[in-house]
């Protein structure tokens, strides 16, 4: 079955404190892995998508990375306004148009 | 104007209303999605219309009951529900079932 398990479920930063989130997967085939930002009431806004193994992106504080297991999002110095629940999501390679499978999030909380 | 729109952005029901959720999507997508996002919760699947075929999640009630008129245009009835249904709501569309852009979502209250 394929599944997807975030890594903590709440995380707690002091501004300017460097930190790492994990997500895990298990899928037959890996299409593609997302990370989304969601703020309290609105809908999840797309942060990465990442394809295949090795591969990174980065965006101001954020850093996506993927290996055959697991994806990380590094987060460099963050401030306040990254406190946001964080979700992963993949897209198995079963076929075209279902949708993707998401896991339970990652609260982040930066205190200044 | 954004990609993926909702409409209300709010809703309280009683148990036996009759209500739609709405979402227009103008990204030229040929899939949309509905998710049901409860606290504590992965986003739960509940329906997708993928080239014009309807697939659903079995565990979903029958009481919630999709519409998709055309590719940019989804909706969601709802009858008969009950106060665990209340949740927050959200349309997704996306090419190919790739990439995923929401609505910002109807926070339904079921009293």
């Known amino acids: 079955e394929d599944q997807v398990t975030q890594s903590p479920e709440a995380l707690r930063l002091q501004e300017g404190e460097s930190s790492s989130l994990n997500c895990s997967y298990t899928?037959?085939?890996?299409?593609?892995l997302f990370w989304y930002r969601q703020d309290p009431g609105k809908g999840p806004e797309f942060l990465f998508t990442?394809?295949?193994a090795g591969e990174e992106k980065e965006k101001e504080r954020l850093k996506a990375t993927l290996t055959k297991k697991e994806s990380f999002l590094h987060i460099t110095a963050p401030k306040p306004e990254d406190s946001a629940t964080y979700l992963c999501a993949v897209q198995p390679f079963n076929q075209a148009g279902t949708a993707l499978i998401f896991g339970k999030g990652t609260t982040l909380s930066v205190s200044s | 104007e954004t990609g993926v729109t909702q409409t209300p952005r709010h809703l309280v029901m009683g148990m036996t209303n009759k209500k739609s959720l709405k979402c227009e999507q103008h990204l030229g997508h040929n899939a949309m999605y509905w998710y049901k996002q409860s606290a504590k919760k992965p986003l739960e699947l509940m329906f997708v219309?993928?080239?014009?075929?309807?697939?659903e999640n079995n565990s979903v009630p029958s009481r919630f009951s999709p519409e998709c008129p055309n590719s940019s245009h989804l909706f969601l009835h709802l009858h008969t529900l009950q106060p665990e249904d209340s949740a927050l709501y959200l349309c997704a569309s996306s090419q190919d079932g790739g990439k995923a852009f929401f609505g910002q979502g109807t926070r339904l209250t079921v009293v």
């Open positions: 990442l394809y295949s």
């Open positions: 219309y993928s080239l014009e075929e309807r697939v």
């Open positions: 899928v037959s085939g890996l299409r593609g």
